[in-house]
């Protein structure tokens, strides 16, 4: 805490001795009061000035997909579309696009060309492209809320593109829609090996003394950090503090000093009544787990047999590609949060974003685009099949479950043969699941308060 304070005193330091060189502003003119009025009216808020862009995606966000498509064929008829992203399946969509989209218009060609940057350069990548006049890229689907929202969007790199279509089906409109685009929220899990006799009913066990989750290491996979700065958000704080007051009280004994502990910090750092819960789950878990550097991997060990009492927390996704074996079932792991009797936290959600590319060299076809992925399930195909994939259009949403039936996924021939691939589905997760779900905003006000505390902390290494 001492680091974290001597920080805080440095910023306050500078913040000081700018204000000081700084020429003191002039006093404000006292304005005369409107003639006939008891008191003036108020100044107008100045207009914003759209970009070139920014006026293209407000034209845009009043058109329907069929309008969009039009434009998107006049304008990248013959030329090639470049699109960076998270997800690879961009590369998958792409094709079902142009064949939408020559369904109006039959000599309509474009190729293309999708980008899946390693190891978070993303961010590096679209920063360097924003640098010149026509970028190269034209959209991007991107993840991770804290950086979107400090270095993408603050800076002017992105610009938000709501559909039309999609904004109607979730009962709002462009002009009414507050924050970015979602294409989908994915969700990541708990869950634990059941072939020995420990069972985990609480989030409070998997930060218990001598636990151990495998998980991706929140250096490598940023959006891991993202779920520990939303814990200290008041409604999922709250989330803890009430699992918290749901243990014996042998289990409360044990976390209590911690929690105690942890209140100063949480005071410090400006959280809310429960935020010494948020921040001693933090600790325990930041000094408990076994790093790991894939979800693959970390799904692959607990669903064999020799994972005895192992547990981690990974993408909901990752069980559709286990392979049944004598030695591995997708039938030795439970979903922690699927326990009737199972208290707290369940996961995290975060979302895969959409935007256009404020230098965009095709922004017409980027939009048209982007609403054919948000607003048909033809678009969203290329990641309906996984389950722990939400679309964020419900319409589009009711499609895929008609059509992959998540709900229903550890069926087979009618007889339950698989209870872990029974998605409950989003509204389950979001409410009964209380799934933890990434706010950009809330991230990006944390980022430096409790992500500087959490670098303060001391990883566990296993051996």
Not at 41 to 63: D, R, S
Not at 197 to 212: I, L, P, Q, R
Request: charged share 20%.
């Amino acid at each position: 805490m001492k680091k974290l304070i001597a920080i805080m005193l440095v910023l306050c330091m500078a913040l000081s001795l700018a204000a000081c060189a700084a020429p003191a502003a002039p006093a404000a003119q006292e304005a005369p009061e409107a003639e006939g009025t008891e008191e003036a009216a108020a100044p107008a808020e100045p207009e914003v000035e759209l970009t070139a862009t920014q006026k293209i995606i407000k034209e845009a966000e009043g058109m329907t997909l069929e309008e969009l498509a039009k434009k998107a064929i006049e304008e990248s008829n013959g030329a090639t579309f470049y699109g960076v992203g998270n997800s690879s399946r961009g590369k998958s969509a792409l094709p079902l696009f142009i064949e939408y989209l020559q369904t109006i218009d039959p000599n309509y060609t474009m190729e293309f060309d999708w980008q899946q940057p390693k190891n978070n350069k993303i961010f590096d990548q679209l920063t360097a492209d924003s640098l010149k006049d026509v970028g190269t890229y034209a959209m991007t689907l991107i993840q991770d809320g804290n950086q979107i929202e400090s270095k993408m969007v603050r800076t002017g790199i992105l610009d938000t593109f709501i559909p039309l279509d999609w904004a109607a089906a979730n009962g709002t409109t462009p002009d009414e829609y507050e924050g970015y685009l979602p294409l989908q929220t994915l969700n990541k899990v708990f869950m634990f090996n059941n072939t020995g006799s420990k069972t985990y009913k609480n989030c409070w066990d998997f930060v218990a003394e001598g636990e151990h989750g495998l998980y991706m290491d929140i250096d490598s996979e940023i959006v891991g950090k993202n779920f520990l700065y939303m814990l200290t958000e008041d409604t999922y704080a709250a989330y803890l503090k009430a699992a918290f007051d749901a243990l014996d009280a042998e289990k409360q004994a044990y976390f209590k000093p911690v929690i105690d502990e942890m209140a100063a910090d949480a005071a410090d750092l400006g959280l809310g009544a429960d935020g010494a819960y948020a921040l001693a789950w933090i600790k325990l878990w930041v000094e408990s787990y076994n790093a790991q550097t894939d979800d693959g991997p970390i799904c692959n060990t607990l669903v064999s047999k020799s994972a005895t009492d192992q547990f981690g927390l990974l993408v909901y996704s990752k069980l559709r590609s286990v392979e049944e074996s004598a030695g591995v079932s997708k039938n030795n792991i439970t979903v922690a949060a699927y326990q009737d009797d199972y208290t707290g936290i369940g996961g995290y959600g975060y979302c895969h974003y959409l935007f256009v590319t404020e230098n965009s060299p095709l922004p017409w076809t980027a939009c048209a685009f982007i609403a054919y992925m948000t607003c048909t399930a033809d678009g969203f195909s290329a990641w309906g099949k996984d389950m722990g994939g939400y679309s964020s259009n419900p319409k589009v949403a009711e499609e895929v479950e008609a059509t992959y039936h998540h709900s229903q996924g550890g069926y087979e021939d009618g007889v339950n043969v698989f209870d872990c691939k029974n998605d409950r589905g989003f509204d389950w997760w979001k409410n009964d699941g209380e799934l933890v779900i990434e706010d950009p905003e809330y991230c990006a006000s944390v980022a430096f308060t409790v992500g500087s505390w959490i670098e303060m902390l001391t990883k566990y290494t296993e051996g």
